[in-house]
């Protein structure tokens, strides 16, 4: 059943709504604008964090093909800057490392590290290569958590406005609504199906899948990509799409602008890609192991760090491969403004997924691995891990296939312990904001 979310629909031109920002919340009043204030401050924080310097560090990087040595690394929030060229010619790039879809499994191989598709860092310094690992592990878990703390504060107060909540909580008919998934390096269009049991011990079910396909016909020849419970699901949440707005540009006195611009579901996990093509024909695939069946040939491609696939396809089945995450747009429709939008779609996920509790109830104990609020700092601090704890973790093995576990693993068996001595980031400039994030008591009620 299709229609529990009714709205007035207004006719969007394909592509059309990528260009366009979500509409400023006006339904939030100033109190709950303030009550966001401290994560978006954390937030903020964690963008011009610096994580990691180091000049003349031993490292070469080839750029679209060009190679050469690095004067200083630096790693501040979400971007790596490098500089090269000496003092007379110096050059900075600047790259994201919030490749989600590689994952560091395929960024970290051998003595390389691929950092996108231009830039590739050689080093033959292996301490360092071990502090970067660890450095770019615990700048993810950082973002991941605060926008997860966003995304509480956000269900919490959205969700109280929504007339048909109980509706969207309880999960009693299949979701569907249209929406945008970024795939193979561009926006498409598709009608996202989500359905799911509620009964317990159903995570794995062939019941709980979420599946986004070219239209709504739900035929197997119209599927763009699909996440099952089986496959691995680590986290989901509301962020903004980094390839339209400047992250480090983040504005915290401009919260209206801030919010308008969280438009965006970002899932991290296992995604299946298909293809109708019914030809024998091979696939780019960066990062773990194609799920199929059929694989005739592999081999490896150093030009461009890809495992090269041939894959023998039947007629009644469709090519497909897994990359590690999934951004999804929902369609704001006439009369609602883009959070709720993003409340209404994400609910079902969570539920699909079974992830932060749902759908029995959400999980907010921050010494809680599975809640959406684990390892929260408390303003003024806003590092999740002290100095004297990030020795300890760069002395520990590395666990490439799940970081992201590793370092939840490590970060719950810190908050055991004693953390009064120990050395945090601090925000010097913002004491007089409140020392705590507020409640989100309305996120453990089911029908908030």
């Known amino acids: 059943m299709f229609g529990i979310f009714k709205r007035i629909k207004q006719r969007i031109a394909d592509g059309e709504y990528v260009s366009v920002k979500g509409s400023l919340v006006h339904a939030i009043d100033e109190k709950e604008y303030n009550s966001i204030l401290p994560i978006t401050l954390l937030i903020d924080s964690q963008e011009r964090k610096s994580y990691v310097r180091q000049d003349k560090p031993s490292l070469l990087c080839i750029w679209n093909g060009v190679q050469w040595p690095v004067d200083t690394i630096e790693l501040v929030g979400t971007r790596m800057n490098l500089t090269f060229g000496g003092d007379q010619h110096a050059n900075l790039i600047t790259v994201s490392v919030t490749d989600d879809v590689k994952g560091l499994k395929s960024m970290f191989v051998n003595e390389s590290m691929h950092v996108s598709n231009e830039c590739v860092l050689i080093s033959t310094s292996i301490p360092f290569r071990v502090k970067l690992e660890r450095t770019i592990m615990l700048q993810r878990f950082e973002n991941w958590s605060m926008h997860k703390t966003l995304t509480a504060m956000l269900l919490a107060i959205i969700g109280t406005r929504i007339h048909d909540t109980h509706l969207v909580m309880r999960g009693i008919y299949p979701f569907a609504d249209w929406c945008y998934v970024f795939i193979n390096d561009r926006w498409v269009k598709a009608w996202a199906y989500v359905r799911f049991s509620r009964e317990q011990g159903k995570k794995n079910s062939t019941e709980n899948t979420i599946q986004f396909f070219k239209t709504k016909s739900l035929s197997k020849k119209n599927l763009i990509c699909s996440i099952d419970s089986s496959d691995f699901a680590e986290e989901v949440f509301f962020t903004r799409d980094t390839s339209t707005c400047d992250l480090s540009a983040l504005k915290i006195d401009n919260l209206r602008a801030f919010l308008s611009e969280v438009d965006t579901i970002k899932y991290v996990g296992d995604v299946r890609v298909f293809t109708n093509d019914r030809k024998t024909r091979a696939f780019e695939y960066r990062g773990g192991s194609p799920d199929i069946e059929k694989l005739k040939v592999s081999k490896y491609s150093s030009s461009n760090n890809s495992t090269v696939s041939t894959i023998e396809v039947s007629e009644d089945s469709s090519p497909v491969r897994k990359v590690h995450g999934l951004l999804i747009r929902p369609l704001p429709h006439k009369g609602i403004h883009h959070l709720e939008s993003l409340v209404r779609f994400i609910l079902p996920i969570m539920d699909c997924l079974r992830l932060y509790g749902r759908p029995e109830g959400f999980l907010l104990d921050h010494k809680h691995q599975d809640s959406l609020l684990f390892g929260l700092p408390k303003l003024p ?68």
Not at 407 to 412: A, P, T, W
């Open 381 to 448: 601090i806003t590092d999740y891990l002290a100095q004297e704890e990030l020795k300890l973790l760069e002395s520990e093995s590395f666990n490439r296939e799940h970081p992201q576990r590793q370092i939840k693993s490590f970060v719950c068996d810190q908050l055991k312990l004693d953390r009064s001595n120990l050395t945090f980031g601090i925000v010097h400039s913002m004491k007089e904001i409140a020392s705590s994030l507020p409640s989100t008591a309305a996120l453990s009620n089911t029908d908030f």
